[in-house]
């Protein structure tokens, strides 16, 4: 998978933001091993906490919370930086970030991190569904 993820998808900038989220799932999945339907689909975009590195605009780290996953309990992870940043999971995620940032202007404070119809030319974007996420990594 990361070969894939090295191969095909290594520079966030040039990636359409479909392809960004994909790639942001399968990281966040590998790097922290949680279930997509049940634990990522939780993930809420307020719940992600970058750390500043110092003397870069990039973050050093990251912590997730999942509020409501399978287990019951909710799940604290914390990532940090690796050093190819085209399979860094913090890094795409942090890049995701600020790109999908003005998107998201108008979502409610619980929206997901993870959104449907990100790049429809018709539709507005919107939180997605668990199936929707779990979907996306098979």
């Known amino acids: 998978v990361l070969k894939f993820v090295k191969e095909n ?5 040039k990636l359409e ?4 989220q994909k790639k942001t799932l399968i990281l966040l999945c590998l790097a922290n091993m949680w279930r997509p339907l049940s634990d990522l689909r939780s993930l809420q975009w307020r719940d992600i906490a970058f750390q500043p590195a110092e003397n870069t605009s990039t973050p050093s ?3 997730l919370l999942a509020r409501t996953p399978k287990e019951g309990q909710a799940k604290l992870s914390k990532l940090g930086c690796i050093l190819d940043p085209a399979i860094c999971p913090v890094c795409t995620l942090y890049y995701f ?3 999908t940032s003005i998107l998201r202007q ?3 404070e619980n929206h997901t991190l993870f959104l449907a119809y990100i790049q429809h030319p018709h539709r507005k974007p919107f939180s997605a569904s668990p199936a929707t996420v779990a979907n996306w990594v098979k």
């Open 17 to 20: 933001l479909e392809v960004l």
């Open 9 to 13: 998808w290594r520079d966030n900038s």
């Open 106 to 108: 108008d979502f409610r």
């Open 61 to 63: 780290g990251v912590t």
């Open 97 to 99: 970030c600020q790109t």
